[in-house]
T-cell receptor, first 108, second 116 residues
Framework: GQNIDQPTEMTATEGAIVQINCTYQ??????LFWYQQHAGEAPTFLSY????GLEEKGRFSSFLSRSKGYSYLLLKELQMKDSASYLC?????????FGTGTRLQVFP | SAVISQKPSRDICQRGTSLTIQCQVD?????MFWYRQQPGQSLTLIAT?????????ESGFVIDKFPISRPNLTFSTLTVSNLSPEDSSIYLC?????????????FGPGTRLTVL
């Protein structure tokens, strides 16, 4: 079967750092994506990891360990606009399978 | 990137009727997908829309309930048939495109369906 797990909800303070974890067990693996989704909007692409290690893009970084079936998304210098759902998705052969999603609430 | 439009953006339908959702992309793409996102949930893949052949459905989704057309490389439709309140959801079209050395997946704005 396919399992992609994330915490359901997280809260953090403006200016802080938050790490959103994702663990996966899938029949195939061709990369891992992170998407951001604001309420009522479509998901937007944040990052893509296919090799182990850390990918940094401005305030957002994503890490992958294929041997552990584990990824995290790191958000630095949190802003109020970062309040959204964050979706981990595994690219399995020829399709994208989404995790449960993490709803992040940033407080002033 | 890819610009994706969906029609309608939202609809309210009666039980037992059907709704057809259109997805248009601004460039030719090989892979097109249809997802469902129920309230407060993540995205669930319904099927891969294949150009020139029948769609490939995920477990729990069948062609009779979710017929899909893909007449060319820029357009697809998803029909949700014999509607029931449990079909109330957001339906999203998605396409895969090569950006550099990677494949990236882009999403349409979604169609919000409410079944009464």
């Amino acid at each position: 079967g396919q399992n992609i797990d994330q915490p359901t909800e997280m809260t953090a303070t403006e200016g802080a750092i938050v790490q959103i974890n994702c663990t996966y067990q899938t029949s195939g693996f061709n990369g891992l994506f992170w998407y951001q989704q604001h309420a009522g909007e479509a998901p937007t692409f944040l990052s893509y990891n296919v090799l182990d290690g850390l990918e940094e893009k401005g305030r957002f970084s994503s890490f992958l360990s294929r041997s552990k079936g584990y990824s995290y998304l790191l958000l630095k210098e949190l802003q109020m606009k970062d309040s959204a759902s964050y979706l981990c998705a595994v690219y399995n052969t020829d399709k994208l399978i989404f995790g449960t999603g993490t709803r992040l609430q940033v407080f002033p | 990137s890819a610009v994706i439009s969906q029609k309608p953006s939202r609809d309210i339908c009666q039980r037992g009727t059907s709704l057809t959702i259109q997805c248009q992309v601004d460039s030719q793409v090989t892979m097109m997908f249809w997802y469902r996102q129920q309230p407060g949930q993540s995205l669930t893949l319904i099927a891969t829309a294949n150009q020139g052949s029948e769609a490939t459905y995920e477990s729990g989704f069948v062609i009779d309930k979710f017929p899909i057309s893909r007449p060319n490389l820029t357009f697809s439709t998803l029909t949700v048939s014999n509607l029931s309140p449990e079909d109330s959801s957001i339906y999203l079209c998605s396409v895969e495109k090569k950006t550099g050395a990677d494949n990236e997946q882009f999403f349409g704005p979604g169609t919000r369906l409410t079944v009464l």
